[in-house]
C-alpha cells in the first residue's frame, strides 16, 4: 500500500536540497534558478521505527524490512499557476496524484539564493501557494458542474451527489478557504475523494532555517508555526542543508554531527513521522526468523483488510489473526513466551488492528 507526499513550494526554497536529503541521492537536480526540476523526482524513504530492530534483535530475524513513504519532487509553483504560468499546468497535474502536501517555505536568508519576488516571507508564499490550488479548485469544479448538468436533469443518483459535494466545496472556495474545511458525511467520503481536489490535500509546512537555528527555528519559523496551528495544520522546523550533510555520512559520524548541532535526530526523521501522523497511518509488525516487516496501514483498518496489505488473497481467504501486542512481544522475549504467558490473542474480521501489533494471520 503506497503512499506519496509531494514536495511543494515557491522556487529557490530548498525542494530539491530535501529531497536529495531525503532520498540519499542526487537525483534531484538542486540549482540556484527557477524550475530545475522540471519532471517530478520520486523517491522511496524508510519510515524510522526503533520498534522493528528489536523485534528482529527478539526474534533473530534475518533481514529487517521497514515500511516505506513516496516522496515527490514537484516543480517550483509561482503566481498564475492556476492559469498555466510558469509550469503551472504540469505542477497541478503532479499535485493530483500525491496524497499530502509538504510545503517547504524558506525560513533563511542567504543573498546568493535569489528568491522570486525578491523577499523572504514565508507566511506570503504559503498563501500564494494556498491561493493558486484554490483557483484551479474553482476552475475545475465549474468544468465538472456544466458536464454533470444532463445527468442531473436526468436524476442520476451518482450525479446528483457528486453536484450538491462540488457546490459545498465551491461555496467554501468562493469565501477564501480551503475544500478541506467541508466537513463530509461518511456516507458521502467515497465520492467526496473522487473528486480529487487539490485543497482537499492534508498539508505540512516544512520550515528550511539556517543551520544555527535548526535546533529551534527562528522568527520567521514561529510566524509559520502560529499560521500552521490556526489553520489546524501540522508544520516541522529543519535545515535543508544540515540533512543533505548528515544523508552523506556514515551512522556514526551522522550521530556525532548531530550531537554538536544540538539536535536529537535528523529533521528528516521528525518530517517523515509527520507526514505519517498527517496521513493518519501506523504501524503493524510480521515478526519471524526469516524476516521482521513493518506494514503501512489507515489507523481504523480491520483485521482481513491489513491483511490485505500483504497480499489480496490473505484478504480474501481471511481466517483469524494471532495477534501480540507490541509491548508483550518485547517484555516477555519473543512468540513462544507471549503466547505461553496468555498474551497471544485470536482476533476475527470485526478486529480494529492497533499500532504496534504484531500479527500473524491464517487465511484458506
Known sequence: MGFRMGIVGLPNVGKSTLFNALTRTAAAQAANFPF??????????????????????????????????????????????????GLGNQFLANIREVDAIAHVLRCFEDDDVTHVENRVDPVADAETIETELMLADLESIERRLQNIVRKVRGGDKEAVQQERLLKE?????????????????????????????????????????????????????????????????????????????ISQLEAEEAEMFLSEMGLEE??????????????????????????????????????????????????????????????DFVELGGEQAAKEAGKMRAEGKAYTVKDGDVLHFLHS
Open 36 to 85: 530545475c526540476t522540471i519532471e517530478p523526482n520520486v523517491g522511496e524513504v524508510a519510515v524510522p521505527d526503533a520498534r522493528l530492530a528489536r523485534l528482529a534483535e527478539i526474534a533473530k530475524s534475518a533481514q529487517v524490512i521497514p515500511t516505506r513513504m513516496t516522496f515527490v519532487d514537484i516543480a517550483g509553483l509561482v503566481k498564475g499557476a492556476s492559469k498555466g504560468e
Open 169 to 245: 466545496a465551491q461555496a467554501m472556495l468562493e469565501a477564501g478557504k480551503p475544500a478541506r474545511l467541508v466537513e463530509v458525511d461518511a456516507e458521502d467520503m467515497k465520492a467526496w475523494r473522487m473528486l480529487q481536489l487539490l485543497t482537499t490535500k492534508p498539508v505540512l509546512y516544512v520550515c528550511n532555517v539556517e543551520e544555527e537555528n535548526a535546533a529551534e527555528g527562528n522568527a520567521q519559523s514561529a510566524r509559520v508555526a502560529e499560521m500552521a496551528a490556526a489553520e489546524g495544520n501540522a508544520h516541522v522546523v529543519i535545515s535543508a542543508k544540515i540533512e543533505e550533510e
Open 266 to 327: 535528523p529533521g528528516l526523521d521528525r518530517l517523515i513521522k509527520a507526514g505519517y501522523g498527517l496521513l493518519h497511518l501506523q504501524t503493524y509488525f510480521t515478526v519471524g526468523p526469516k524476516e521482521a516487516r513493518a506494514w503501512t496501514i489507515p489507523e481504523g483498518t480491520l483485521a482481513p483488510q491489513a491483511a490485505g496489505v500483504i497480499h489480496g488473497d490473505f484478504e480474501k481467504g481471511f481466517i483469524r489473526a494471532e495477534t501480540i501486542a507490541y509491548d
